[in-house]
């Protein structure tokens, strides 16, 4: 009987100390915020049921300790806590393997979800490069064009004659004769050679 105890006690031990460390280093693994909700529900379920079961196996330890004082009782009581501990066994295997395929579960579906989430980044860093390309080329086309016809016009600014001296005295000179020719009678007329306004 008093092995039975200490195997039941022995279990329920491991599966305290199973939940207690499974804890951190789940959340410490898993770092989205919905995921860390999830398991935190999962695990006041699970703690929860474990302490439905610790009071469960305290109840049959003192049923197994007032039935030392009769033998009847004793078998009795003995198969229960037999029977108990086959079923906290198999109740702590099977909520074992119930949370290690819910964790592999969320950890698959948070696993697709960042693959997701990289590659639609990976598509708008495509597009993003292309535009900038596209920006690019059209600036350099705007420059260029821009500095052709900027030489061209101060190509034409620094050939034009009012900003050489001689050259505007060589029109002014010109303009002189030219005025003179059509109008010979209306400097004639003025003998001191005056301007006629």
């Known amino acids: 009987m008093i092995k039975y105890l200490g195997f039941a006690f022995a279990s ?40 439905r079961r610790e009071q469960m196996q305290y109840e049959v330890k003192q049923e197994a300790a007032q039935a030392s004082s009769a033998v009847e009782d004793l078998k009795r009581r003995e198969e ?20 290690r395929k819910e964790a592999e579960n969320i950890l698959h579906e948070a696993e697709l979800k960042a693959k997701r989430a990289i590659q639609e980044a990976k598509q708008y860093l495509g597009a993003m490069e292309h535009q900038y390309v596209h920006l690019k080329e059209q600036k ?24 050489t001296k001689d050259t505007e005295q060589l029109l002014d000179t010109e303009f002189r004769q030219i005025k003179e020719e059509i109008a010979p009678t209306a400097t004639d007329s003025n003998p001191a050679g005056g301007r006629q306004d």
Request: hydrophobic share 45%; net charge positive; glycine share 2%.
């Open 12 to 51: 329920l031990l491991l599966a305290v100390l199973i939940f207690a460390f499974a804890s951190p280093l789940w959340n410490r693994w898993v770092t989205y915020p919905r995921l860390d909700k999830q398991m935190e529900d999962y695990q006041k379920r699970q703690e929860r049921e474990l302490q």
């Open 80 to 99: 229960l806590i037999s029977r108990t501990l086959v079923f906290a066994e198999k109740t702590k295997a099977d909520i074992i393997a119930n949370a």
């Open 140 to 163: 350099r086309q705007f420059l260029m064009q821009f500095k052709s016809e900027l030489q061209t016009f101060m190509d034409r600014i620094g050939k034009d004659p009012l900003l």
